[in-house]
């Protein structure tokens, strides 16, 4: 019975080549990109669950309010992990990583540096915490003394050409000199560990011992016994505020208390965030790996499941619109004997063979399309066709797909009675409101939302490269790594601004794209106290950092370095004018510092106010910030004054080369290095487009299969209306008006849920467009103009028929 079952089934595909073919490649595409859309999420969802125990590793993260800045940091106090074991029984074991950036490394036979882009000391306790192997040392030792370090397979390979490395010597910036004792595998794509190369040990970093509980630069692991309870560990972390930070902060405040701290409106939270937790559901401002948002995997489980959905929809509405050249088969068949669950069965057999033909034909477009989904998505996603587990779960699907969307056209088709399609009445139904009619709605109204989230993200886009940013970021050329110059680093400044394409030049670690960040809480002499306290970022600048950037003085004046007294000067942002409650001409000659603890403590005097520029990502609001007279030599910042690009950096190499042989040439320009900043918004805006795209051509297809099933259906009616005569006009916007219909009410009732929506995932944005109605309306009028496009096809082709043979037809 099964196998007449497939035969007849394969035999009715075949009848109708361009009906199957619509079907099985309107499901393919659902079925493909919801693939490539589980594929994303589910790499996502597994972030850093490879490390052995990862359920039971929490990370102690604080949230802190001091000196009129919130911040919310993964980064603790260097005692905070000793402190834990020693007072939590149910601590097994901690490790801290104080991460470093890029730095500088060769081989010390070797005068050419090699760039690290992620470093970090790292306690000992490394491997063991977090079950890593080595390829080559022994784990237990590797990062027990000072300036030893374990390096990745890649970076070992890059710097000696081999993984047999153990005992060779690197140097770090031209000065210290560092051993190998191991070499481990790169780390996975979905860890946080993933570009970090080289892990130097944490014994060679002499504040990491030091008690100082004020002070938060390292990211601090726990793993957990499997008993612990989280709330009570959650009541015991608060704890430690009474026990270690105020007695050690008394120290410098003798008469603060918990209570007077509290009163200043200061507050410091210490919570755990479980290790596979970290990477979606941070709300940290800064991470040692790549942050998502679990808001985005919403949004992409949004699209994943409807981009699947509406192309079942689909597939139910070209089998239904067919449905009615088949009635007399129905009919026949029944009169012959065949019952009601017999025929849904037949037709249940055509829809899996279309699902699973549908299914191979979505493996083969998923592969196709992988690299572009994973240059688009800056992933490195692979199809897991090893992997057992990923048949058996597509199987599964492809099953209850052919069940869900077969179903509907089966239980329509075999409810005919044979009577009447056999004497040739037609099959209508009457409802406006029928199942049909409903899904075009709810597929338009998916379509509506993603045009309006795809505008939002586009616009949010256009917002923040087109905002006055109250910086300079066009044509600044940034060259990495300027301390690599050494004694050099003068002169080769010199010798820039001596270029005649060189406006100006400043040398600094800090920029205001992503760089090196430092807070410091400062204090106005005569209120010393805590609750006086200024939270602020401190940056090292040379004179020419204002000019280069192009940052607007509002007071005062710009630093002089030949001014002795400018040592100690100091220029401040709006925004620190609010903390201070002073305005920017009575901010001048202020005297602050940070040395509070001293009986003498050094001040420094304000000299000029600048206007507040965005040197965060426009997500947080602008804090304060204090530049300092004094040497910083991170990177160098070239304004350029010409468009022959090529020629300038050829120039500036050559001065590079000459000035720090055998150092590498790294460089970026500001404004690029500002879009890099969003890239999660980039690269969420991109899959947008693709899958909105998608969603309405699949979209477009169910509207095309229920307007051939209307036309269909009024065949005589068109044939009686012409004959009596009706316009082809007339009756083409007759026909078409039936399908706007629908249309208007899915963009009505998608319309609000796209706003709301979107607003909601603006407001991760201190700075944010407002969802205007020029938004929303071209969002309906794009949907209108698709499906005017698509129904009048066959609006058209029914309107112009011969009238004769539509009278003549059974």
């Not at 070797?110 to 000992?124: A, G, H, I, P, Q």
């Not at 600048?610 to 990177?635: C, N, Q, T």
């Not at 468009?643 to 320009?669: C, H, K, M």
Request: net charge neutral; proline share 3%.
């Amino acid at each position: 019975m099964f196998r007449n079952y497939f035969k007849i089934a394969w035999r009715s595909l075949k009848k109708q080549p361009f009906f199957t073919l619509i079907n099985t490649l309107g499901l393919a595409i659902g079925m493909a990109g919801s693939l490539l859309i589980a594929l994303y999420i589910y790499q996502e969802m597994h972030y850093n669950d490879m490390f052995a125990d990862a359920n039971r590793i929490y990370r102690i993260d604080m949230d802190i309010k001091f000196g009129g800045a919130e911040i919310k940091s993964g980064e603790t106090s260097p005692p905070m992990a000793q402190t834990l074991k020693k007072d939590f029984p149910e601590v097994e074991n901690t490790v801290r990583f104080r991460t470093l950036g890029s730095n500088l490394f060769r081989n010390i036979d070797k005068t050419t540096n090699l760039k690290e882009l992620s470093t970090t000391y790292v306690d000992s306790s490394f491997f063991e915490m977090f079950g890593l192997e080595l390829i080559n040392g022994n784990r237990e030792s590797a990062l027990k003394d000072p300036n030893t370090l374990v390096m990745t397979r890649t970076a070992a390979e890059n710097h000696f050409g081999s993984v047999d490395v153990v005992g060779k010597r690197l140097l770090l910036n031209n000065e210290d000199t560092y051993i190998v004792t191991g070499v481990m595998e790169d780390l996975p794509e979905n860890s946080f560990l993933k570009d970090y190369s080289m892990f130097m040990a944490m014994a060679g970093n002499v504040a990491s011992r030091e008690n100082i509980w004020g002070s938060h630069n390292y990211y601090t692991y726990i793993k957990l016994s499997p008993e612990t309870n989280l709330d009570n560990f959650q009541l015991q972390l608060d704890g430690l505020l009474d026990k270690y930070v105020l007695p050690w902060a008394q120290k410098t405040f003798p008469g603060m208390t918990k209570e007077s701290f509290a009163a200043s409106g200061n507050y410091i939270r210490y919570h755990t965030i479980a290790l596979t937790d970290i990477h979606l559901y941070s709300e940290n401002q800064l991470e040692m790996g790549e942050k998502g948002a679990i808001q985005n995997i919403y949004i992409l489980s949004f699209i994943g499941f409807f981009l699947i959905f509406l192309a079942c929809v689909n597939f139910m509405n070209l089998s239904t619109a067919h449905s009615l050249k088949r009635s007399k088969e129905v009919g026949i068949r029944k009169t012959l004997g065949s019952n009601r669950v017999q025929l849904i069965v037949q037709f249940l057999t055509e829809s899996g063979i279309v699902v699973f033909s549908s299914l191979i034909l979505a493996i083969i477009i998923a592969f196709i399309a992988l690299p572009f989904f994973n240059d688009i998505a800056g992933r490195n996603i692979s199809i897991p066709f090893t992997e057992p587990l990923f048949y058996v779960t597509l199987l599964s699907i492809t099953f209850l797909l052919a069940l869900f969307s077969g179903s509907y056209p089966a239980f329509v088709i075999s409810r005919f009675i044979p009577v009447d399609t056999l004497k040739g009445y037609s099959v209508k139904n009457n409802n406006k409101w029928n199942i049909r009619s409903m899904l075009v709605v709810f597929q338009f109204g998916v379509a509506v939302f993603l045009i309006v989230g795809t505008l939002v993200v586009f616009q949010q886009l256009e917002f923040i490269q087109n905002k006055d940013l109250g910086f300079e970021k066009e044509q600044v050329l940034v060259i990495n790594d300027a301390y690599a110059a050494e004694q050099n680093l003068n002169a080769l400044k010199q010798d820039i601004i001596n270029l005649s394409s060189v406006k100006s030049v400043t040398v600094s670690s800090f920029m205001p794209t992503p760089s090196a960040r430092s807070n410091s809480s400062l204090f106005r002499e005569n209120a010393m106290d805590q609750q006086y306290a200024i939270q602020m970022q401190t940056w090292n600048v040379d004179e020419n950092y204002l000019k280069t950037l192009n940052l607007e003085l509002i007071a005062g004046r710009n630093f002089n370095a030949q001014t002795a007294a400018d040592s100690t000067a100091l220029i401040i942002n709006e925004s620190t004018l609010a903390t201070l409650g002073l305005n920017a001409k009575e901010a001048l000659g202020v005297r602050v510092t940070e040395e509070v603890e001293r009986e003498n403590p050094e001040f420094y005097h304000i000299i000029g106010v600048i206007k507040d520029f965005h040197y965060e990502s426009l997500r947080e609001d602008i804090g304060a910030l204090g530049l300092f007279l004094d040497k910083s030599s991170g990177s160098m910042a070239i304004k350029l004054k010409t468009n022959d690009l090529t020629s300038v950096l050829t120039n500036i190499e050559n001065l590079w080369t000459e000035r720090a042989p055998g150092q590498p040439f790294n460089y970026r320009f500001m404004d690029d290095a500002f879009e890099a900043s969003y890239k999660e918004e980039r690269r969420l805006s991109r899959i947008f487009i693709v899958f909105t795209g998608l969603s309405i051509f699949i979209a477009c297809l169910g509207l095309f299969a229920l307007a051939a099933f209307n036309a269909q259906n009024k065949t005589k009616e068109i044939g009686v209306r012409k004959v009596l005569g009706a316009s082809v006009s007339q009756i083409t916007i007759d026909l078409t008006t039936d399908f706007l219909k629908l249309v208007a009410i899915a963009i009505l009732i998608a319309i609000p849920f796209g706003w709301y929506f979107m607003d909601m995932w603006l407001q991760d944005f201190s700075y944010r467009i407002q969802i205007g109605w020029e938004i929303l309306s071209f969002s309906a009028l794009l949907v209108i103009t698709v499906a005017i496009i698509t129904v009048s096809y066959q609006s058209v082709k029914a309107a112009i028929a011969n009238p004769v043979k539509s009278l003549r037809t059974e």
